[in-house]
């Protein structure tokens, strides 16, 4: 069983930056890769950022690319989500999710373990 917790949410002015983490709590961490989701409100969940096991593969949505990066820290059982010149349309819910099949999925529904989500919210 794997637990994930987001944090790093909150405020932010427009063009502000805000970091979100993801913790993974699990008995066993075995290769995996891990990915940021976002939803904001009256709207579907969409794919942001994926990242393989070792780190050097990742996918970010294209609408995206050039302001949010993904890396992770596996010493740390983390995942990061650096988010640089935020925008008013990237106010949403934004949550951490993990694939046991190291894959670069973009899909919901390919993924095993969700987190609870953290709120970001820009003003404009």
């Known amino acids: 069983q794997v637990q994930l917790v987001e944090s790093g949410g909150g405020l932010v002015q427009a063009g502000g930056s805000l970091r979100l983490s993801c913790a993974a709590s699990?008995?066993?961490?075995?290769?995996?890769?891990m990915a940021w989701f976002r939803q904001a409100p009256g709207k579907e969940r969409e794919f942001v950022a994926t990242?393989?096991?070792?780190?050097?593969?990742?996918r970010t949505a294209t609408s995206l690319k050039g302001r949010f990066t993904i890396s992770r820290d596996n010493t740390k059982k983390t995942v990061y989500l650096q988010m640089n010149s935020l925008k008013s349309e990237d106010t949403a819910v934004y949550y951490c999710?993990?694939?046991?099949?190291?894959?670069?999925?973009?899909?919901?529904?390919?993924?095993?373990?969700w987190g609870q989500g953290t709120q970001v919210t820009v003003s404009s």
């Open positions: 999710a993990l694939d046991l099949n190291n894959e670069l999925a973009t899909s919901r529904t390919d993924y095993h373990y």
């Open positions: 699990a008995t066993t961490y075995t290769a995996n890769s």
């Open positions: 990242i393989t096991w070792s780190g050097l593969s990742t």
